[in-house]
């Protein structure tokens, strides 16, 4: 059971034990689903998915998705939204989320170069939460310059992680370009070669950042797209995943046959099988995003369709023109129904990923 590797059983985890548990995923071959969340609704969702799929889970804030949480009507223009909607969003989870008895990893989603002043801001309120209880405010962070020189990327990721370090916080860095588009980068038109990352790069990485501290990954491109596409329309090479590992273990004589802690973004849409092998080669975590969207849209959906001539006119329906309609659109019967089917969704990746009944 992986609880037996922690310290802390439930609730939001950061330090030795997030390394454990990644350590421990990479020995029983699963990977732990990354859910972007933008609501308490969407929260409780993906904490009653693993609940009752006996799962740790990771819940992560995009920068889009932080000031979402903050409110559509507060400006942004300094990251200020997001700052605050991170903040929010991160003391929200840490309250509710021992409630539901499982470990939860409490990260934010890619942060590339002109968004560099959200993540100081959210370092900010991380150290200052450490002063006041000895843990950061987050479990970690990702820092997302891929889109940059890859000197620039690693030196300005390993200035972070030397930040992050002190608090046994952990960082996550993206090497090589995840096509298609989320959170407004757009990587749709990179030429293909450059999906695929070197081996030669990860060992830079791990060689420069080990050198700093253990708590870090890397999301490293094996032909990752974000968004939806056909299954077969993306060609994913997790084999390369492996020759990374193979690499690093050669270079720094390392007994460990996976050494680098790997992620796997742009997933939606790909086979089981392209997860299994990819997990099979030390891949410790999986962002879900797209597809659980179109999860939670599909509950409301079918909901109002099927219930449309009850939410028409708060007064009068067809069992009666003086009925009156409130229990039908009531958000919390509708929002619900959205947290149900994104729920099932997740519950499908956490038993794709062999996470479910890992507690």
């Known amino acids: 059971m992986a609880t037996s590797v922690l310290n802390r059983k ?5 330090g030795d034990d997030v390394y454990k548990l990644f350590k421990y995923a990479q020995e029983k071959k699963f ?7 933008t609501s308490s609704s969407t929260v409780v969702a993906s904490l009653e998915a693993a609940r009752d799929k006996k799962s740790p889970i990771i819940l992560q804030m995009s920068q889009g998705g932080a000031a979402y949480f903050a409110g559509k009507g507060v400006a942004n223009g300094d990251q200020q939204a997001s700052i605050a909607g991170a903040i929010a969003g991160a003391n929200y989870i840490r309250a509710i989320a021992p409630t539901y008895q499982i470990p939860v990893i409490l990260h934010t989603d890619h942060c590339a170069k002109k968004l560099l002043p959200w993540l100081d801001g959210m370092l900010d309120a991380d ?6 209880h000895g843990e950061p405010l987050f479990s970690s962070h990702m820092i997302d310059l891929s889109e940059e020189e890859v000197d620039f990327n690693i030196q300005t990721t390993a200035k972070y992680l030397k930040r992050a370090a002190p608090m046994k916080q952990w960082l996550e860095m993206e090497i090589g370009i995840t096509g298609g588009e989320e959170d407004g980068v757009n990587n749709e038109d990179v030429d293909n070669n450059s999906l695929y990352t070197q081996p030669e790069d990860i060992y830079n990485i791990f060689h420069t950042l080990s050198a700093i501290s253990p708590y870090f990954s890397i999301a490293a491109a094996f032909g990752n797209v974000h968004g939806v596409y056909k299954p077969g329309n993306v060609k994913l090479h997790p084999e390369l995943l492996g020759k990374h590992q193979s690499y690093v273990k050669e270079k720094t004589g390392l007994k460990d046959a996976t050494p680098v802690f790997l992620v796997f973004h742009g997933g939606s849409g790909s086979s089981k099988k392209e997860y299994t092998d990819a997990i099979g080669h030390g891949v410790v975590k999986v962002n879900l995003d797209t597809d659980l969207q179109y999860a939670y849209l599909t509950g409301i959906r079918d909901y109002v369709l099927k219930k449309k001539d009850y939410i028409m006119t708060p007064v009068g329906n067809p069992d009666g023109e003086d009925k009156p309609n409130k229990k039908y659109f009531d958000p919390r019967v509708w929002v619900r129904e959205g947290e149900k089917t994104m729920s099932e969704r997740v519950q499908e990746g956490l038993t794709d990923f062999n996470t479910a009944g890992q507690l």
Request: proline share 6%.
């Open 127 to 132: 150290e200052k939460h450490y002063k006041e």
């Open 31 to 37: 990977a732990i689903p990354a859910i972007n969340v």
């Open 10 to 14: 439930t609730g939001v985890i950061y």
